[in-house]
C-alpha cells in the first residue's frame, strides 16, 4: 500500500527504513499509523472480505505482484467468513482426516500473507465506485484501488429463538447447512429437524436421509413453496415426515441439542420432542447492503456477475463466493471463484 500526497506516492514501509533519524521502532510505528489514518491510501487491488473466497483470491493475486490489500472485516461479520463458526470440515479437498473451520480459515490467510497480502481488520462500509481510482471508505479513513474484489459473503437467515444463538447451540446441533455438518458424528441415527417450506429445505431434508433416522420438515403454513417435482422426492422418502402448521420455539440441551418445543398455530398446542439436530433452511442474506447499489444486483441481492466470469456491472470491480452464488455456497467453490477473480484482476490491470 502507498501513501497517496496530492499526486505522488511513496511506499510508507521504506520511507521510514530509508531515514537516518534514529526513530525508535515504537514512534515509527505510531507516525506511520499517524499517516495512514490521516491521508489516502491507494492499493492495486483491494479485496473486501475474507473466507475461503478472499483468501484465495489472495493467495492468487499476491504470488502475481499485484500486493492486494484484503479488508478481513471487524464489526460486520466474524473475519474469516461462516467456516468460522463450523466444527469440522470434512469435504474440503487435501485433508482427508477433517479439518477444523476456523483452522482451515487461519492457514489460508497464513498462505496469503507469505506472499505478500496486507490483511487489515477493517470493516468498509461504503464505496464510490463511479470515480478512478476506486474511493472505499473505512470510518473515517479513505483507501483508493485500481480494482476491488467483493467477497463479502452471505449470511444464513436464522429463526430469533431461545437456544439457537452463537451462545447456546448454534453449532452445537444447530446450524443452517446440511451439506456442511449434516455428516457429523452428533447426527448420526437421531432424529433431525429442518425449519423450511422452500426447495433448499427439502433439499436439505434428502441430504440428512443419508444419517439421520427421521427428518422432519417443520413448516409455519400447511402447504409447501417447493417445486412439484421436490415435493414428491420428499413425501416419497420413508425417512421424511412433515410438521404442518408448526414452528420451533425453543431448543433446548446440555453441551448439545436434546429436544425443541413445537408449536402449533392451527390447535395452538405445544409439543416438546426428541431431537439431536436443528437445520434451518429460510433463506440467506448476501452481504451487499454497503455497496449502496453500485453494481448490479439480483431481486435477493445477490451481485450478478457475467457468466463464467467474475466481472460485475463495473468494469474493475469483480465479485467471487457466496456474495454472487445463490446455489452451492460451499468452501471449496467459494475458494474457486476467489481464484477466478484474481485471474480476471490481472487480465483487467494489464489491460
Known sequence: MNVVCGKSRVGYSSFFCKSREPFSCVFKALLSKFILGVLMTHAKLVIIGSGPAGYTAAIYASRALLTPVLFEGFFSGIAGGQLMTTTEVENFP???????????????????????????????????????????????????????????????????????????????????????????????????????????????????????????????????????????????????????????????GDTLVRSIDIYNNVDKTTTTMEAAGVFFAIGHQPNTAFLGGQVALDENGYIITEKGSSRTSVP??????????????????SAGSGCMAALDVERFLEN
Open 94 to 252: 487435501g485433508f482427508p482426516e477433517g479439518v477444523l473451520g476456523h483452522q482451515l480459515m487461519d492457514l489460508m490467510k497464513t498462505q496469503a500473507q507469505r506472499f505478500g497480502t496486507q490483511v487489515l481488520s477493517k470493516d468498509i462500509t461504503a464505496v464510490d465506485f463511479s470515480v478512478r481510482p476506486f474511493v472505499l471508505k473505512s470510518g473515517e479513513e479513505t483507501f483508493t484501488c485500481d480494482a476491488c474484489i467483493i467477497a463479502t459473503g452471505a449470511s444464513a437467515k436464522r429463526l430469533s429463538i431461545p437456544g439457537a444463538g452463537d451462545n447456546e447451540f448454534w453449532q452445537k446441533g444447530v446450524t443452517a447447512c446440511a451439506v456442511c455438518d449434516g455428516a457429523s458424528p452428533i447426527f448420526r441415527d437421531k432424529d433431525l429437524f429442518v425449519v423450511g417450506g422452500g426447495d433448499s429445505a427439502l433439499e436439505e431434508a434428502m441430504f440428512l436421509t443419508r444419517y439421520g433416522k427421521r427428518v422432519f420438515v417443520v413448516h409455519r403454513r400447511d402447504t409447501l413453496r417447493a417445486s412439484k417435482v421436490m415435493v414428491n422426492k420428499a413425501q416419497a422418502n420413508e425417512k421424511i415426515f412433515f410438521l404442518w402448521n408448526s414452528e420451533i420455539v425453543k431448543i433446548s
Open 316 to 333: 474493475g470491480v469483480f465479485a467471487a463466493g457466496d456474495v454472487q452464488d445463490k446455489y452451492y455456497r460451499q468452501a471449496i467453490t
